[in-house]
Nanobody
Framework: QVRLVESGGGLVQAGGSLRLSCAASGRTSSTYAMGWFRQAPGKEREFVAAISWGGSTYYTDSVKGRFAISRDNTRITVFLQMSSLKPEDTAVYYC?????????????????WGQGTQVTVSS
């Protein structure tokens, strides 16, 4: 079992920045990918970014150039640096842990999820 704990959400004005963190603990696989998804009110959960075991990154088009995902394998932690935030980025952000080493935007391939952290961007 793997436990994920997210932190770093909050309220920020449009154009501002936030950094999300997600720390994993428990019996993790030796190679894994991690990713971020988000869900806005009344909408389905959508992919934001993912990072493979080797460090390859994958972003949804709407965040390219604004968000950056990174990882610290020694601490089994993934980060999401969000810049130039827009009101449409407002959502609950979820961290996912996948036993598959390659980065993926397919939520079904993530084995564990965090509880989510709220990000609110005011206009």
């Amino acid at each position: 079992q793997v436990r994920l704990v997210e932190s770093g959400g909050g309220l920020v004005q449009a154009g501002g920045s936030l950094r999300l963190s997600c720390a994993a603990s428990g019996r993790t696989s030796s190679t894994y990918a991690m990713g971020w998804f988000r869900q806005a009110p009344g909408k389905e959960r959508e992919f934001v970014a993912a990072i493979s075991w080797g460090g390859s990154t994958y972003y949804t088009d709407s965040v390219k150039g604004r968000f950056a995902i990174s990882r610290d394998n020694t601490r089994i932690t993934v980060f999401l640096q969000m810049s130039s935030l827009k009101p449409e980025d407002t959502a609950v952000y979820y961290c996912g842990f996948s036993n598959i080493a390659s980065a993926t935007n397919n939520a079904r391939l993530y084995n564990y999820w965090g509880q989510g952290t709220q990000v609110t961007v005011s206009s």
